[in-house]
């Protein structure tokens, strides 16, 4: 009956025969090779899903978008995150090789410094808007504006290449 759907997002047939996994990871994590169960499998999709349908693995190309509505978005995974994790319990894990260490070592090791960095900044910028002045305008007129899309641009690399590693978790095929 769900065929269509599982074709649609590209879960293989075998997803609940494959028990081990090898991904690597951004933010230094490494690789990481171990057993996956079934809590770690739908807390590696919930959490993949959250990321391919953010600006968090999409390219927010130069003159479009705001970059405060990306830093909002980054932001939110930390919420989605602890989410997932609190309702996925215990058996996603907390160490190295399990999803929730993975994940909660992305949060901290990758997102946490960026957004301490970067949401002060601009912040402060955008304080000083004008009246008249939208804030995409007064954005494009930030000259720390090409420096941040250029490490958001860096950060979105790291982040696809966590989403696949949880697409690889999760059975998702590419």
């Given at each position: 009956?769900?065929?269509?759907?599982?074709?649609?997002?590209?879960?293989?047939?075998?997803?609940?025969?494959?028990?081990?996994?090898?991904?690597?990871?951004?933010?230094?994590?490494?690789?990481?090779?171990?057993?996956?169960?079934?809590?770690?499998?739908?807390?590696?999709?919930?959490?993949?899903?959250?990321?391919v349908t953010r600006i968090?693995?999409?390219?927010?190309?130069?003159?479009?978008?705001?970059?405060?509505?990306?830093?909002?978005?980054?932001?939110?995974?930390?919420?989605?995150?602890?989410?997932?994790?609190?309702?996925?319990?215990?058996n996603v894990g907390a160490?190295?090789?399990?999803?929730?260490?993975?994940?909660?070592?992305?949060?901290?090791?990758?997102?946490?410094?960026?957004?301490?960095?970067?949401?002060?900044?601009?912040?402060?910028?955008?304080?000083?808007?004008?009246?008249?002045?939208?804030?995409?305008?007064?954005?494009?007129?930030?000259?720390?504006?090409?420096?941040?899309?250029?490490?958001?641009?860096?950060?979105?690399?790291?982040?696809?290449?966590?989403?696949?590693a949880l697409a690889i978790?999760?059975?998702?095929?590419?």
């Amino acid at each position: 009956m769900w065929s269509w759907l599982k074709e649609f997002l590209g879960l293989r047939e075998d997803t609940a025969f494959l028990k081990k996994v090898s991904v690597s990871l951004p933010f230094g994590i490494g690789s990481a090779e171990w057993e996956v169960d079934p809590a770690e499998r739908r807390a590696a999709w919930s959490l993949y899903i959250e990321l391919v349908t953010r600006i968090a693995v999409q390219p927010l190309e130069i003159d479009t978008g705001l970059l405060r509505e990306a830093l909002t978005s980054l932001y939110s995974l930390f919420g989605i995150t602890r989410q997932v994790l609190k309702e996925a319990g215990p058996n996603v894990g907390a160490s190295r090789e399990s999803v929730g260490g993975i994940a909660i070592a992305v949060l901290n090791n990758g997102l946490r410094p960026f957004l301490a960095n970067w949401h002060p900044l601009l912040q402060k910028w955008e304080a000083q808007r004008p009246p008249h002045k939208s804030p995409k305008e007064h954005e494009q007129d930030w000259s720390k504006e090409p420096q941040l899309r250029n490490e958001l641009e860096l950060l979105r690399k790291d982040l696809e290449q966590y989403a696949n590693a949880l697409a690889i978790i999760a059975g998702v095929r590419f």
